[in-house]
């Protein structure tokens, strides 16, 4: 089983920006789509970000639209999330997920369900 690490998460205020970085070793994570969601007590793990597999497509949820950023650098194996004027609302722990995909895929996997491959999680907090 492919383990995803995900770190960068805190504590900030409404207004300010985190950067969250997700990496895994081998090979799964350049042959994988890559996406985040993130989740509050009691309730469904929602879809926040993904990207393909050779990075040429993002696709954002509405609520994160034009503040979140997701981008990869495969040489590394990591993957980042440039969060920007944060929200109450975006309070929530923050996983990082992988699916093998070919390298021409640009399906849009937003459902937790797609996806093989999960880190445990960081926790972000905004404060108002």
């Known amino acids: 089983q492919v383990q995803m690490v995900e770190s960068g998460g805190g504590l900030v205020q409404a207004g300010d920006s985190l950067r969250l970085a997700c990496s895994t070793a081998g090979r799964i994570f350049s042959r994988s789509t890559v996406a985040w969601f993130r989740q509050t007590p009691g309730k469904e793990r929602e879809f926040v970000a993904l990207i393909s597999r050779n990075g040429g497509m993002t696709h954002y949820a509405d609520s994160v639209k034009g503040r979140f950023t997701i981008s990869r650098d495969n040489a590394k194996n990591t993957a980042t999330l440039q969060m920007n004027n944060l929200k109450p609302e975006d309070t929530a722990v923050y996983y990082c997920?992988?699916?093998?995909?070919?390298?021409?895929?640009?399906?849009?996997?937003?459902?937790?369900?797609?996806?093989?491959?999960w880190g445990q999680g960081t926790q972000v907090t905004v404060s108002s």
């Open positions: 997920a992988a699916k093998s995909t070919i390298l021409t895929d640009y399906s849009y996997y937003i459902s937790s369900g797609d996806y093989s491959h």
